[in-house]
Structure formats: C-alpha cells, structure tokens
C-alpha cells in the first residue's frame, strides 16, 4: 500500500531517471512571473499543453520576457510537481522557436569557414601593445559603447575613440558592419585617420538579436582586416562567428576596452619608481663630484706660481664639474620631462601636476645643497690662499724692499755683476722700474 506522497515522490524519481535534457517547442499561454523571480507558464500545441516551471537562476540568463502566444523552443527536464501531483517540465533553457532554423544556419556557416581555414591561429594577428587611436563599430545609442567609454576613461582617459556607427540588428547591419570595416581600414591606409585596433560588437541578446555577427560578409570583412580585430558580441556565454573570425575574442564589450587600454596606475606607479631611481643616481653622483673635488683640493701646494697654477686648474675643474652637473641634470630633466610627457598623455591632469611641483621642489633643494657645496670649497680655497700668500716672497715687497734683475732676467745678488750703464729692473711691491746703473760702490 502506498501514500499519495509515495506515489507522487516514486513517479517523480522515474521520470526524472528516464527522461535526459529535451527539447520541446509550442505556444506559452498562462504565463505568471510572481515576486519571487521564477516563471511559470504551459506549453501547449493543437491537441495538449503540459505545465513549465523556469527558476529564477536559469531565467535571469533568458534575454527576453516572454508572453502569453509567443512560440518557443525549450529545453528542460521531465519532472512532476509532488505537492499536486502534477506532470511538468523543468526548463533550462528558453529561446524563440526560429532559433533552431537559425542554430543550424549557424553550424553550417562554422562548419564552412572552418574548412576554408578563415579561423586559423596562424592567420590571426597580434593585438598592439599600446594602443593610443581605437576605432569602435557598434550602435552609438546601445550599451556596448557606454561601457567601453566607461572603461577607457576609468583606465587610460588619454586613448582617442574613433565610433564608427552601424545598426547592430536587423535587416542590412551585417553589409554595413562589414562595410564599417573596410571603411577603417581603407582610411588608415589613405592617412585620413590613425587607428592600433578596432572592436566590433554590441550587447546581449537573443540568437536573433546577435545574428548580424553570424553572418559571411562579416566574417570575412573581419578576416581581410589589416587592422587587429576584437571581436565583444553579447555577454560572456554568447560566441558568434565574428567571435571565432577575430584575431582576439572578448567575453563582452567591458572587457574588450580593459583588454586594450593599459592601466594608468601601473603607470603612476612605475614613474614613481623611476623618480625615485633619478633621486639616487643624482645623490651617488654628487657624492663622487665631491670627493674627487675634496681629493683635488688635498693636491693643491705652494709657493705662489703653483698655487696660481693649481688655483687655476681648480677654477678649471669647478667649471667642468659645474658643467658635468649641469649636463647630468638636463639629461635627467629631459629624462623627467619625457616620462612627464607620456604620463600626461595617459595619466589624469591632477596627478602629473603633483608630481611636477614635487620635482620641482626635489630640483631646488638640490641646487640649494649644491650652491652651498660650491660656495664652502670656494671659502676653503679663499682661506688656503691667504695662509701660501702670507708665506710667499711677495709679502717681503709689501714691507718697501725689491727684487732686481738684470737684462737677462737674472737676479743681480751682487753689485759687482753690474757695470755703470747697465740696464737693470727692479720689482717693487705693486709694479716694476726700468733703471740705469750710474754707479757701483
């Protein structure tokens, strides 16, 4: 003897053990969506209906809503409701009814282009590593475009977006997407406009809704291509045949857009990184231009004459260092400039600003502590001056008496090496006499 629910519960467990996934086409009537989110809905034909429950979690994948008379195609499992004892299909999924002429329409289109060897890896091009110019073939008023925008501006605000409109839907957009194409392509090669990539595509749909990207003309406008091509049909589940045509599939237009476009604060990072490295390299230099500087200093000797000439090899030296640091910072200037430049192309405005007014503040405290540098290796070379000078022959001048030399330039230590007539030189402190000998004693 059984219970009704042992009956309904043995009934259910064979029809769900006898019964795999189905399909089962006819007309929705009765058609109920309550606030919990599931559908349920019978599917009938001329002669029977049989009841369908769709669940919240399967039918959030479904494009569209479907209505009393719509004709559909469902697959689904064969089950029975316990509590009324009821015989139902559980649904999986749920399209319009002319999507299987249109799956099949599919196949044979994959299948053909297949065979060509149209989808080969060997004939797909590499995408750009930095992309500055996009060029976009979608509807300018569906979601696709919103969302790539939304993307670029998010991640790299500096790429210049080129949208090439076309119909995305309906009779005609694949010729003029296919037309679109040729069109970027053929303005690339002419000059008129500068493009890395394009990306075609468009939002989610139904296999109808998509089926401009399932179609020849497109598939091979893509393939002819000279320009790299990513291909962003629909959300992630959809694959179209301009999907298996492109050089690089996206699972939705999002991530097309994140797929070229690099992110800026990768960027920020590694200018900060840079500058960072630019600080060391500076501080090491000046370092060594100051020991050797020190070093040079050390070597300096007396008396006068080689003071002068070291003081003047020093004065020559400062100036190559001088030079050299000046030379150092104009290559790191540049250096700074240019990492600014492409920053700035690719970076928000307020962040670059941030950084200049902090190198320019890291640039004058540098010459600040350079000027000071210089300026106490000027006082130390000043006060060495005066110690040689207050030990050099010179100082005798000062004090009234004189070096003399004869006409040859030798100094006269006797009066005896003189004759009345000659013509001698004597150096005094501030210049030098001419004289005449008139008379030796």
């Not at 697959?75 to 139902?88: D, I």
């Not at 260092?321 to 405005?349: D, F, Y």
Request: contains cysteine; positive net charge; aromatic residues 4%.
């Amino acid at each position: 003897m059984l219970t009704v629910s042992q009956l309904n519960r043995q009934a259910k467990t064979l029809l769900d053990s006898h019964f795999d996934f189905v399909w089962v086409e006819g007309e929705i009537s009765n058609f109920a969506a309550p606030s919990s989110g599931h559908w349920y809905f019978s599917l009938k034909d001329g002669n029977a209906q049989v009841r369908c429950a769709m669940f919240k979690n399967r039918n959030q994948r479904v494009k569209f809503t479907p209505s009393n008379g719509d004709a559909i195609r469902l697959r689904c499992r064969v089950s029975l409701y316990e509590g009324r004892g009821e015989f139902q299909l559980i649904v999986e999924h749920l399209e319009h009814a002319g999507a299987g002429a249109l799956q099949a329409a599919f196949e044979q289109l994959k299948a053909k282009l297949l065979a060509e060897g149209l989808f080969e890896s060997v004939r797909k091009q590499p995408l750009p590593t930095s992309v500055s110019h996009l060029g976009v073939i979608t509807s300018p008023t569906g979601a696709a475009i919103h969302d790539i925008l939304t993307i670029l501006k998010r991640r790299c605000p500096a790429i210049d977006v080129l949208l090439l409109p076309v119909p995305v839907q309906g009779e005609g957009a694949a010729a003029l997407i296919a037309s679109a194409i040729d069109r970027a392509n053929r303005w690339q090669k002419e000059g008129k406009i500068q493009l890395d990539a394009l990306i075609i595509g468009r939002g989610g749909g139904s296999l109808e809704d998509l089926w401009a990207f399932n179609e020849e003309i497109v598939a091979r406008a893509i393939a002819a291509s000279e320009l790299p091509v990513v291909s962003a049909v629909g959300h992630e589940v959809d694959f179209s045949i301009a999907d298996m045509a492109a050089d690089r599939r996206a699972a939705t237009p999002s991530a097309a857009a994140e797929l070229l476009s690099p992110d800026q604060h990768e960027w920020q990072q590694r200018l900060q990184t840079t500058e960072g490295n630019l600080v060391r390299a500076i501080q090491r230099k000046l370092a060594a231009v100051t020991t050797h500087l020190t070093h040079l200093s050390q070597r300096l000797k007396h008396p006068g004459a080689q003071l002068r000439e070291r003081a003047q090899r020093l004065d020559e030296l400062e100036q190559r260092l001088l030079l050299a640091q000046k030379n150092v910072l104009l290559r790191h200037r540049g250096a700074v400039a240019l990492l600014e430049n492409r920053v700035m192309a690719q970076s928000p405005l307020p962040r670059l600003e941030q950084l200049q007014r902090d190198t320019l503040l890291r640039r004058k405290q540098l010459e600040t502590a350079m000027r000071q540098r210089l300026q106490d290796c000027g006082n130390r070379l000043t006060h060495m001056a005066q110690m040689l000078d207050s030990l050099s022959p010179l100082g005798t001048l000062q004090r009234g008496y004189a070096i003399v030399t004869d006409s040859n330039g030798l100094v006269v230590r006797e009066a005896g090496s003189v004759s009345i007539g000659d013509e001698i030189e004597a150096r005094v402190a501030n210049g030098r006499l001419g004289l005449t000998v008139k008379r030796v004693d």
